[in-house]
């Protein structure tokens, strides 16, 4: 009997301090849940009536692509030596924050600018992604991905864009960046590498606009939170 007890004592002992010695076991970094804003059914109908208006255009709040249902994250102007060039919206699957969460997440995200002045012509839209991509990205970056710059340039080179035209710049997982003006497809270039690089040029530490850069990462809170 006194055998018997010491051994349950023995095993209630070493199970106490495994218990104690699980409890300190910090979660690793993989397991925690970046906070998103989720978007339930009620939103989703009172989004579809909803729009932001920037530079004297509206940006819808949802962006139906595909069958699938994206929120305007933020959306600005972007301006150069006080001219409004063109409006700019970031559309998510879910509204974030967070600059890292949109540039590495291998998930559909679109780019739309909707153009706003007489002096956007198809040579100044590629001088200006050209730039984009070398102030965003390293040169190692740069070099590397070379061969899809061009290829995305020249679907550019030779558009006749005019004042309320729609470029939207589309990542889709598994497809990779496809250019679109005015809900046509111009063409497709490179995978998830080209679509972080494309993106950096609006939300890298060296953002072709800072003050544009803080509007697309406003996380929707605008319409989420009413």
Partial sequence: MRNLFLLISVFAALNLAGQTKI??????????KKIKQSINKE????????TKIVGGTAMPALYRF????????????????????YACGLYLLNPTTDVNDIIFNDELMIVRMDILSKAVSHKKMVAAFKKGFEDGNSQSTVNELQKEIDSFLAHINGLELKVGDKVDVVYEPQLGVSLYINYKKVGTVGKLSFKRAIFNIWLSNNPVDKSLKVELLDGSSEFLKK
């Fill in 43 to 50: 939103d989703i109908n009172r989004l579809n009536l909803e």
């Fill in 66 to 85: 595909k069958n699938k249902q994206l929120i305007l994250n933020g959306a600005g102007l972007r301006e150069l030596l006080w001219i409004d060039v």
């Fill in 23 to 32: 409890s300190k076991v910090k979660p690793s970094k993989t397991n925690i």
